[in-house]
C-alpha cells in the first residue's frame, strides 16, 4: 500500500534493499495513482533498477456486484506493457 508519508525515492530504495540482501526477488505497488507510479518508473530507470512487476488495485470479491472506480493505472501499466492484457 502506498505510503504518501514517504517519498517515492525512499520506498524504491527499500525495496531494492530487499532484492540486494536476496529478502525478495520482485516487488508491486498496491493502491497507488498513477502520478506515483509514473514517479516510481522515471526513478527507477534513472537507477538502473526494474522497477515494479505488477499492481494490486481495487482488489474486492464484491467488485462483480458493485460499480468499480474508475482507475487510470491501468492505460499506464499498458503503455508500459506491464498488463498482462494487450488491447
Known amino acids: 500500500r502506498d505510503n504518501r508519508a514517504q517519498s517515492v525515492e525512499e520506498e524504491i530504495e527499500t525495496m531494492e534493499g530487499f532484492v540486494k540482501e536476496g529478502k525478495i526477488r520482485y516487488y508491486g505497488c498496491s493502491n497507488w495513482d498513477v502520478h506515483r507510479m509514473k514517479a516510481a518508473d522515471t526513478y527507477c530507470k534513472q537507477k538502473g ?3 515494479f512487476v505488477a499492481d494490486q488495485s481495487l482488489l474486492n470479491l464484491g467488485m462483480k456486484f458493485m460499480n468499480p472506480l474508475p482507475d487510470d ?6 503503455r508500459t506493457g506491464r498488463s498482462g492484457r494487450q488491447e
Open 73 to 78: 493505472t491501468l492505460p499506464h501499466l499498458r
Open 49 to 51: 533498477y526494474r522497477g
